[in-house]
């Protein structure tokens, strides 16, 4: 290989590792909160990003009850006497994650960054 071809090649590789590390710099948040709702109302947030130790607590109403358990950066209901269990099977959830949903139960755990997001260039949210 030719001098120029070597100095290329380390020039794009600098420029991928830096453009990486500046990916990610802006995108990471600081921390999640998981926000326990029922019937739309708020039951417990949880910032995911401090739980040191893992724990687990119930959420009892009319329809049944359900066991959600936490440990640092992940949510889960670990246990649901719903019929479809379509809760538990979605498993550990946290930063970024899809909502976790228990519809008979009428249970959402929702997952938000604890700093608000940057003003975005194009939409101007």
Request: proline residues 5%; contains cysteine; glycine residues 8%.
């Amino acid at each position: 290989m030719k001098l120029h071809t070597r100095i290329l090649i380390l020039v794009v590789l600098v420029a991928a590792v830096c453009a990486g590390a500046a990916f990610a710099l802006q995108h990471s948040s600081g921390g999640t909160i998981a926000c326990v709702t029922r019937n739309g109302e708020v039951i417990e947030r949880i910032d995911l990003s401090a739980v040191s130790e893992p724990y687990s607590f119930v959420i009892s109403c009319a329809e049944g009850d359900n066991t959600v358990e936490v440990k640092p950066g992940a949510i889960r209901i670990a246990h649901a006497d719903c019929p479809d269990q379509i809760c538990v099977s979605s498993g550990w959830s946290g930063a970024g994650s899809l909502p976790i949903v228990c519809l008979p139960h009428k249970l959402v755990i929702s997952f938000e960054a604890d700093t608000p997001a940057e003003i975005d260039g194009v939409s101007g949210r």
